[in-house]
């Protein structure tokens, strides 16, 4: 609204501008005429006349000048006041509307604002948490890690050292075989007679008797034969150093744990690594020759408990067969008691013919007097209506 009325006074101004200058323009032709009037009847007073008509026009044209000013800022002044009283109320409603206007878009978008930084902070609090929880997993997977990795340097402290590695390989042989066998089938750390001490002794039933288990668990050697190439001498001298110790354990097995009758005439080498008892198959045939003819039978967690789950379907096919006479006994009594039975059943049998006999009695007696109920109803039917 505002470049409107600015308009409109330059309009003004400039229609007042052009008629000012044609009341001057006329002034001046009527004068020039005036002048030339006066210098064609007097030409020697025309310099005289030309000094004064020019005074007079100057004068002239300040007075009207000044009139004009005058009349110009008069008139501008009731020209604004017009404008101003006309446009004042139509300005002060447009400028309540756009304030108005300006609020309430100002306010939408305090409220959207506000919103957008409610979303925000509900979406970073989400974030924020899912950030916590994640963490708290990847704290509580850092400390089973920490954990895991305890364990392993513990369990590489027990295999570096080669009491707790025999142990560890006596309490495997323990958890296998007590998986599989009654407690009164076998007996841990068992002494012998020559004052030898085994790791478990299996009791078998005849002709296998007492079976000995002896865990070992040869690791040093075979960790130095596994860190060279096999083409290298330093593989061969740590191959050759493995060789030894198994030949080893397999005669002390067989000289220690193998004394017929006390024991059974073979004896059981329990390793607790597949790997170790692979290679040993794989790379070490004449190690299981060895061992077989000494009758040392090499066993691994997985092949030991076939033997054992072997062992105990003997033992329970032994102890069904030790007590087939008991069951024989128990049968003839049964039969026994069968007899007695059938007996019972037939004397019973006999009752239940004796009453069903008397039952029969008792309903033919009972439909003989009720005929003779009839009867005598009918009798007394007649003499009434006689």
Same mark, same amino acid.
């Given at each position: 609204?505002?470049? =409107?009325?600015?308009v409109? &006074?330059?309009?003004?101004?400039?229609?007042?501008?052009i008629?000012?200058?044609?009341?001057?323009?006329l002034i001046?032709l009527?004068?020039?005429?005036?002048?030339?009037?006066?210098?064609?009847?007097?030409?020697?007073?025309?310099?005289?006349?030309?000094?004064?008509?020019?005074?007079?026009?100057?004068?002239?044209?300040?007075?009207?000048?000044?009139?004009?000013?005058?009349?110009l800022?008069?008139?501008?002044q009731?020209?604004l006041?017009?404008?101003?009283?006309?446009?004042?109320?139509?300005?002060?409603?447009?400028?309540?509307?756009?304030?108005?206007?300006?609020?309430?878009?100002?306010?939408e978008?305090?409220?959207?604002?506000?919103q957008?930084?409610?979303?925000?902070?509900?979406?970073s609090?989400?974030?924020?948490?899912?950030?916590?929880?994640?963490?708290?997993?990847?704290d509580?997977?850092?400390?089973?890690? #920490?954990q895991?990795?305890?364990?392993?340097?513990?369990?590489?402290?027990?295999?570096?050292?080669?009491?707790?590695?025999?142990?560890?390989?006596?309490?495997?042989?323990?958890?296998i075989?007590?998986?599989?066998?009654?407690?009164? #089938?076998?007996?841990?750390q068992f002494?012998?007679?020559?004052?030898?001490?085994?790791?478990?002794m299996?009791?078998?039933p005849?002709?296998?008797?007492?079976?000995?288990?002896?865990?070992?668990?040869?690791?040093e050697?075979?960790?130095?034969?596994? =860190?060279?190439?096999?083409?290298?001498?330093?593989?061969?001298?740590?191959?050759?150093?493995?060789?030894?110790?198994i030949?080893?354990?397999?005669?002390?097995?067989?000289?220690?744990?193998?004394?017929?009758?006390?024991?059974?005439?073979?004896?059981?080498m329990?390793?607790?690594?597949e790997?170790i008892?692979?290679? &040993?198959?794989?790379?070490?045939?004449?190690?299981?020759?060895?061992?077989?003819?000494?009758?040392?039978?090499?066993?691994?967690?997985?092949?030991?408990?076939?033997?054992?789950?072997?062992?105990?379907a003997?033992?329970?096919?032994?102890?069904?067969?030790?007590?087939v006479?008991?069951?024989?006994?128990?049968?003839?009594?049964?039969?026994?008691?069968?007899?007695?039975?059938?007996?019972?059943?037939?004397?019973?049998?006999?009752?239940?013919?004796?009453?069903?006999?008397?039952?029969?009695k008792?309903?033919?007696?009972?439909?003989?007097?009720?005929?003779?109920?009839?009867?005598?109803?009918q009798?007394?039917?007649?003499?009434?209506s006689?």
């Open positions: 609204m505002l470049p =409107l009325i600015i409109s &006074i330059m309009l003004y101004l400039m229609d007042l501008i008629l000012a200058g044609f009341s001057i323009l001046l009527l004068a020039i005429i005036h002048l030339l009037n006066r210098l064609l009847a007097n030409p020697d007073t025309t310099v005289s006349h030309l000094k004064d008509l020019g005074q007079s026009l100057e004068k002239s044209q300040s007075k009207s000048l000044q009139d004009h000013n005058q009349y800022k008069s008139d501008m009731q020209f006041d017009t404008i101003f009283k006309i446009h004042d109320g139509h300005i002060k409603d447009k400028l309540d509307v756009v304030n108005d206007t300006i609020s309430r878009q100002f306010s978008i305090n409220q959207r604002f506000e957008k930084i409610q979303d925000n902070h509900h979406q609090q989400s974030v924020y948490q899912s950030i916590i929880k994640r963490l708290a997993i990847i509580q997977a850092q400390s089973n890690i #920490n895991l990795s305890d364990k392993v340097v513990e369990l590489g402290d027990i295999l570096d050292n080669k009491q707790a590695r025999g142990l560890m390989g006596e309490v495997q042989l323990e958890q075989i007590q998986n599989i066998l009654p407690q009164r #089938n076998y007996q841990m002494t012998l007679s020559s004052k030898h001490r085994v790791d478990c299996l009791f078998l005849a002709p296998t008797q007492n079976l000995a288990i002896d865990a070992k668990f040869p690791l050697h075979f960790k130095q034969m596994r =860190l060279f190439d096999k083409q290298s001498a330093d593989y061969k001298k740590s191959q050759q150093a493995f060789k030894v110790s030949k080893k354990h397999i005669k002390d097995i067989a000289d220690k744990y193998i004394q017929p009758p006390e024991t059974a005439e073979g004896a059981i329990f390793i607790p690594s790997t008892f692979a290679t &040993i198959h794989n790379d070490f045939p004449d190690l299981v020759e060895l061992a077989q003819n000494a009758r040392v039978w090499v066993t691994s967690p997985t092949t030991i408990v076939a033997i054992l789950t072997t062992a105990l003997v033992i329970k096919d032994i102890e069904t067969r030790q007590q006479h008991v069951i024989k006994n128990h049968l003839g009594h049964l039969a026994k008691d069968f007899e007695a039975f059938e007996k019972h059943m037939e004397q019973l049998s006999k009752h239940i013919e004796k009453a069903h006999s008397g039952m029969d008792i309903s033919k007696t009972s439909n003989k007097i009720t005929t003779k109920f009839h009867k005598i109803e009798v007394e039917l007649q003499e009434i006689e």
